[in-house]
């Protein structure tokens, strides 16, 4: 039974049509309005599973707009559900706007659990981190993109993207030059789709992979990173080692590391560990 004036939030398949809950084909099918990403995607999914109910559009550019109609239609006594194309409404997809207004006039809020690419790539990993930070999709310019990363850096548990088969290299190109090439990078594509692949390697190997086989670069990415190690002088590039030299030449340690961090995006402890070494050492004479 359907709670009164309720909007649902509900996952649906990230590929396999079959990967649909029991309960999420109930509520889809009862629901008098289901709002959706495309309704031309969701139509597929509708008709595999023989639901009729009608569909509305809403996508990024009209997310604000038609979060007025569908208040309209709870205050009108109607249910509404919310689907994206694939997997949860409102991670990296269209929902949270909607969601937060529909919630701030007192209606219910149901989710209706169910597939998510992030934590079915990590499932299928075979990493042993118990933790990570699901970042979602970077920046789509270069500066942007290596901004984000450099703030990333220091973080020591796995950090997991998504990113689009067009930008694919240039995101790996972009995380070796922040990162260093030998990171350990896990790459999900096609999810449960026919050509699903899961490869892991050092981002230098995992470059080269894809490099040489156009076919591998194609589908929707999961990208899982690992952190950031205990960093000793070895492990800090030599960019902010020479940043750092360069800063103690002028300025007192704590400000030196300090300005060094913000430059480089090093870990502010390494540095000044590195800063006290080079100043028993008698850096600078």
């Known amino acids: 039974m359907l ?5 649902y939030v509900v996952a649906t398949p990230i590929g396999n049509l079959n990967d649909i809950s ?28 023989s639901i009729s109910t009608r569909l509305i559009s809403l996508h990024q550019h009209n997310e604000a707009i038609v979060s007025n109609k569908i208040l309209a239609l709870l205050n009108s006594g109607k249910n509404v559900a919310l689907v994206t194309d694939a ?24 989710p209706i659990p169910g597939a998510n690419a992030a934590i079915c790539a990590l499932s299928a990993s075979g990493i042993t981190d118990p933790h990570f930070l699901f970042y979602g999709f970077l920046p789509t310019k270069t500066g942007l993109r290596k901004r984000a990363l450099i703030e990333l850096k220091p973080q020591r548990c796995t950090l997991i993207f998504y990113e689009a088969p067009h930008r694919i290299l240039e995101c790996i190109i972009d995380m070796m030059e922040v990162y260093g090439t030998q990171r350990d990078l896990t ?7 026919l050509f699903e692949t899961i490869h892991k390697g050092t981002l230098e190997e995992v470059y080269s992979w894809l490099q ?15 952190g950031a190690k205990t960093m000793d002088k070895s492990e800090i590039s030599e960019q902010a080692q020479h940043t750092l030299k360069c800063l103690l030449l002028e300025l007192p340690l704590k400000q ?6 913000e430059i480089t995006g090093e870990n ?18």
């Open 256 to 261: 030196a590391v300090k300005l060094t961090t």
């Open 212 to 226: 040489g086989d156009s076919n591998q670069q194609k589908g929707e990415f999961v990208l899982m990173l690992s």
């Open 22 to 49: 029991l309960r999420a084909l109930d509520i889809l099918a009862k629901v008098d309005v289901v709002a959706a990403e495309h309704t031309q995607v969701s139509g597929h999914l509708f008709a595999a599973h």
């Open 87 to 110: 997997g949860t409404p409102g991670i990296s997809d269209p929902g949270a706007i909607l969601v937060q207004r529909i919630r701030a006039h007192g209606y219910s809020i149901i």
């Open 187 to 193: 790459i999900a594509r096609e999810l449960t789709k």
């Open 3 to 7: 709670s009164k004036n309720a909007l």
């Open 268 to 285: 502010k402890n390494s540095l000044y560990q590195l800063a006290l070494a080079l100043k028993t050492a008698g850096y600078p004479e």
